[in-house]
């Protein structure tokens, strides 16, 4: 097999914008980020995928609430709304995939698997919201459904708008990692941990219960690569290069960087929180872990990245020039 590689895909870029977020809409991004994973297989790589569901989740629980509100249907909790948005996006990526495969003549079979992920009961985020899910809003909006939802927390996202934020504890164990790892070895391309995982908590006779919160899917892909031995990390996301001085005259995209030069960058607080941050401290965690590399790029990037001609590239250390 090639050497692996493990690539997350944001679920917001699988939502354009608000008025293309039908299941449909979705189903066409997916299908556009598809071709770009495609291309890597053929380029030899053994690949494995994972997702976000921040929009789908908010779609999820708005569906709940207006069957609640109209029909008195029984609410989802937030854990099953995961596990659902778990299994739709990854239908979607896996046939997007497949369908590719096809079109390409390439012999290659692809699995979604719906994938615990282990948390801990004691974790401070359980006690502070800091997750978005769901749509972006005015300030209007957010606080009208404040009025609905008194316990409900809303935060501004890097200035697109107010989004709904969930408990997002940490993520300590991949609950299916044997299957996956049975899979990958078997020459699958795998769908796993969709959403960052079902969160589950592990109790004293060693059974599993689910909780409500959203994992962050950067985290837990981090842990995944960790788990199965992947070499490279790339996650995905809405620029080509990741940038310091983010929106100043001085701003400068990154293109080959050291785990040092990027723990710098943290501390010179050059990472929004919520937004580029937690995919840097999960890059970071990767490598400290024994990975390889971490590439950080938009989707559409992906073969130009993983060939060293487009995206940030964080490495132990650089052993080549600049990438141009």
């Not at 316990?151 to 709904?164: A, N, Q």
């Not at 990741?242 to 995209?253: E, M, R, S, T, Y």
């Not at 024994?290 to 590239?313: C, D, F, M, Q, Y």
Request: proline content about 5%.
């Amino acid at each position: 097999m090639g050497k692996l590689v493990i690539v997350a895909i944001g679920g917001n870029s699988l939502v354009k914008d608000n008025g293309r977020d039908s299941v449909q809409d979705q189903y066409e991004a997916v299908c556009e980020t598809a071709v770009n994973i495609v291309d890597m297989v053929e380029e030899g790589f053994n690949v494995v995928v994972t997702h976000g569901n921040g929009p789908q989740v908010g779609f999820g629980l708005r569906r709940s609430e207006i069957a609640n509100e109209i029909a008195s249907m029984p609410p989802m909790p937030l854990v099953n709304c995961v596990a659902d948005t778990q299994g739709g996006i990854g239908y979607q990526i896996q046939q997007a995939l497949t369908n590719e495969f096809a079109k390409r003549g390439i012999n290659k079979k692809v699995a979604t698997v719906i994938t615990q992920v282990e948390v801990s009961s004691d974790d401070p985020n359980f006690k502070n919201p800091t997750k978005p899910v769901g749509s972006f809003f005015t300030i209007k909006q957010a606080e009208e459904m404040k009025k609905e939802h008194p316990d409900w927390v809303f935060v501004e996202d890097s200035g697109r708008g107010y989004r709904r934020v969930v408990p997002s504890p940490k993520p300590i164990d991949i609950v299916e990692k044997d299957a996956i790892k049975s899979l990958i070895e078997s020459g699958y391309v795998v769908i796993a941990v969709g959403g960052g995982g079902i969160p589950v908590v592990k109790t004293g006779d060693n059974t599993y219960v689910g909780v409500d919160a959203v994992i962050d899917k950067d985290f837990a892909t981090s842990l995944l690569a960790k788990q199965i031995n992947a070499e490279t990390l790339i996650i995905t996301t809405g620029v080509s290069r990741v940038c310091i001085n983010f929106g100043k005259p001085n701003q400068k995209a990154l293109d080959k960087i050291t785990v040092n030069e990027t723990k710098q960058y943290v501390l010179e607080n050059h990472f929004a929180p919520g937004s580029m941050l937690p995919k840097i401290e999960a890059s970071l965690s990767f490598l400290e872990n024994n990975g390889s590399r971490v590439i950080i790029t938009n989707p559409e990037s992906l073969k130009k990245a993983i060939n060293e001609k487009a995206g940030t590239h964080i490495l132990k250390q650089l052993l080549g020039h600049n990438l141009t």
